[in-house]
């Protein structure tokens, strides 16, 4: 074998294959720069998604707010807790409010188009909109209605995305492997994780004989359960509330002293920032 040979016969050899420990440099190199690639594509993610349910909670708050201005008076709800302390002079007596406790079992929404209703279409097996089914859902649904009937509340509402703020649908079954969806008369507003987002209204007004059976919010409103949960309104104002990417609502302040309801409010999104209980 002469000496050129020889030479380009080690070259060959020396090029035939990496070693082990230069796969495993380079298969590092790529995980890690997967992982960086990965990372920074989730937080852009994030952030685009952030921004979205909060420019569309900012227009729902905006035409709330018009609201108020051409109504000269804040949403009214009727509450959970709509009896007074039962003294005369602060009964509870037929008092009007824009958003019942059950939207489904008042006629102003369940009603007939044609008799100045709603139009809303009842369906029992149809799930969130049943009778069973969580009544903030339907009562979020019940204020974009309210705000509908209005023109420029409406013209404002009609900013707001749409793939969140859009015809209220369910899956009723399926037929050759595709769903059945059903739609509604009524917009509902899903966050960019695809979970419902929750109208928090505050409680009615507080009264001198409520005292020592309701705690007075510093808007001048009861306390409500969901307030505690959720965060407490203020200036008599609805909150809008999501879950985040989590899906899971959290405790606003720790009761049992584990921390885990904590942790999962940590992402929660808000119209604006409420007070802790």
Not at 15 to 41: C, K, N, S, Y
Not at 72 to 89: H, L, P
Not at 184 to 205: H, S
Request: hydrophobic letters at 35%.
């Amino acid at each position: 074998m002469t000496p050129h040979s020889s030479r380009h016969h080690m070259m060959r050899r020396a090029r035939r294959a990496f070693t082990l420990l230069e796969l495993v440099i380079v298969l590092g190199i790529i995980l890690l720069l997967m992982g960086l690639v990965l990372g920074v594509g989730s937080i852009v993610l994030r952030q685009s998604e952030d921004r979205q349910i909060r420019a569309t909670m900012a227009i729902v708050d905006a035409a709330l707010v018009e609201f108020e201005q051409q109504a000269g008076r804040e949403m009214i709800f009727e509450g959970i807790d709509d009896e007074y302390c039962g003294f005369a002079n602060c009964r509870y007596v037929n008092a009007y409010y824009d958003i019942p406790v059950e939207p489904y079992g008042d006629s102003r929404f369940n009603g007939d188009i044609q008799d100045g209703a709603y139009g809303w279409e009842r369906n029992n097996n149809c799930n969130p909109w049943n009778s069973s089914s969580d009544p903030r859902r339907k009562r979020l649904a019940a204020a974009l209605s309210v705000l509908g009937q209005s023109p420029a509340c409406g013209e404002i509402i009609a900013k707001a995305d749409t793939s969140l703020i859009h015809a209220a649908d369910c899956v009723i079954g399926s037929s050759q492997g595709e769903p059945l969806i059903t739609t509604f008369n009524m917009k509902e507003f899903i966050d960019p994780w695809d979970r419902e987002v929750y109208i928090i209204f505050p409680g009615r007004r507080w009264y001198d004989c409520d005292d020592g059976n309701f705690e007075r919010d510093t808007d001048g409103t009861i306390l409500t359960q969901e307030e505690i949960e959720f965060g407490i309104c203020r200036n008599r104002r609805p909150l809008l509330v999501s879950s985040g990417p989590d899906g899971r609502f959290g405790d606003f302040v720790d009761v049992d002293g584990d921390n885990d309801g904590i942790a999962d409010h940590q992402d929660n999104v808000y119209s604006y920032q409420p007070e802790k209980p």
